[in-house]
């Protein structure tokens, strides 16, 4: 066993390695260690599980190092749960615990893979270390920002924080700049690198209720590209308004290269006329329809 001493301070234990076993000893701990894994071991305590794990490993039993290695597993699930959701309250809701979780189970995993009981150093103490970095790596694997610029917008802003304290108020950017010995040009460019980075899940839901009333946020996400009724709906009142003082052929011309789009060349073709005559009809339109609508801006025909 592991001896522990403390410091002169008296606030601090050291643990000490333990002295190694005889040949004579080493053998009989595996044959007591081998006696035990052939029955159930999920009662046996935690403690004594790593003399098991240390003798299925010494003697390459495959079966057995499983057997151990799961029910180690199983006994620090509960450490694994409790830093996962820790770390979850510092992070955006789009993560999930689940995610964090099996991401620190794979940590456990290496850290039962590499964990030596003979250094006297206790597995809690080495596994939280491990956990928490897997984590963070699975995360930061995750980031599609690099971390650079993650380091260097939390260095704008702290910075931003510290000089809002000192001059109570928000400084300037040039005050900005020159408290980060950057120019103003540099300090833009990384604010906007570090603007607006953020990722969010279109599964997520505007209310937090356990039943499906809520909506999801991809339910109300506007479509840019969608036409809206009633815009179109005001657009064809106002042409109808303007062309019906024109004849069938200005108000096709007009129609045809506002609305839909054509070109004189195209509507030309369409009328049989040459494009020169078609651009001389829509001129004469235009002089007209600007004096009906008496001189207004921003309509349709601009």
């Not at 081998?34 to 495959?62: F, H, M, P």
């Not at 029910?71 to 510092?90: D, F, G, N, S």
């Not at 060349?265 to 002089?287: A, K, Y």
Request: net charge neutral; charged share 30%; proline share 4%.
């Amino acid at each position: 066993m592991s001896t522990s001493k403390t410091s002169p301070q008296g606030n601090r234990t050291t643990y000490e390695p333990k002295p190694p076993l005889s040949p004579k000893a080493k053998a009989k701990a595996i044959k007591e260690a081998q006696e035990i894994l052939k029955g159930s071991i999920e009662e046996v305590v935690t403690e004594d599980l790593w003399a098991l794990y240390s003798c299925a490993r010494e003697t390459e039993n495959k079966q057995d190092l499983e057997r151990v290695r799961n029910v180690l597993m199983e006994r620090h699930y509960p450490l694994v749960k409790y830093i996962a959701e820790r770390l979850l309250q510092t992070l955006p809701k789009s993560i999930e615990a689940d995610d964090l979780i099996s991401a620190g189970l794979f940590g456990l995993m290496d850290a039962i893979r590499g964990f030596d009981p003979d250094r006297g150093i206790k597995f809690k103490t080495y596994c939280t270390t491990r956990i928490r970095g897997s984590i963070l790596d699975q995360l930061r694997s995750q980031d599609w920002v690099p971390r650079l610029v993650r380091l260097k917008a939390s260095k704008i802003d702290k910075t931003l924080q510290r000089l809002t304290g000192e001059y109570g108020r928000e400084p300037t950017h040039a005050e900005l700049a020159d408290a980060l010995d950057m120019n103003h040009v540099e300090l833009a460019v990384e604010i906007g690198k570090a603007t607006a980075k953020s990722m969010y899940s279109l599964s997520d839901r505007w209310e937090d209720r356990d039943d499906d009333s809520s909506l999801e946020k991809a339910d109300v996400l506007e479509d840019k590209t969608s036409i809206d009724p009633m815009d179109e709906l005001k657009k064809s009142d106002l042409m109808l308004y303007m062309t019906r003082s024109l004849t069938h052929k200005e108000r096709f011309i007009v129609e045809q290269y506002y609305r839909v789009g054509h070109t004189m060349r195209e509507i030309g073709e369409m009328l049989s006329l040459t494009e020169s005559r078609v651009c001389q009809i829509h001129s004469n339109v235009m002089s007209r329809l600007k004096g009906l609508l008496d001189g207004k801006t921003n309509t349709l025909l601009g």
